[in-house]
């Protein structure tokens, strides 16, 4: 039993709603980070399903960089929650200007 495109797209659109709303609502730095790997696995979902559709390898290979850049901005992102977590007690995203001039 085949599994159609659509279903696909919708639990990939569900994804995205979910991610977007946890970047735009949420304050804390660590959720926004999750909010964005949700969003960014939801576009893989969409390459992958798609990739398939289509028999073609390319929408799977781009997955794989996205995956790799994921990583990467994970590990960035929470060295700099641990720096700005141990010069203050606060994760708060409307809070944190210590990088501004």
């Not at 709303?21 to 926004?32: Q, Y």
């Not at 999750?34 to 992958?48: D, K």
């Not at 997955?63 to 990583?71: D, E, N, R, S, T």
């Amino acid at each position: 039993m085949a599994v159609p495109l659509s279903a696909y797209i919708v639990v990939s659109a569900v994804l995205f709603t979910t991610g977007l709303i946890g970047v735009l609502i949420r304050r804390n730095f660590i959720i926004v980070l999750m909010s964005v790997e949700i969003m960014l696995n939801a576009a893989n979902i969409n390459l992958v399903a798609f990739s398939h559709y289509l028999e073609s390898m390319a929408g799977q290979i781009i997955a794989l960089f996205i995956i790799a850049i994921a990583a990467g901005e994970a590990a960035v992102g929470l060295a700099i929650i641990i720096v700005v977590f141990r010069g203050k007690i606060s994760t708060n995203v409307d809070e944190m200007n210590l990088l501004k001039w």
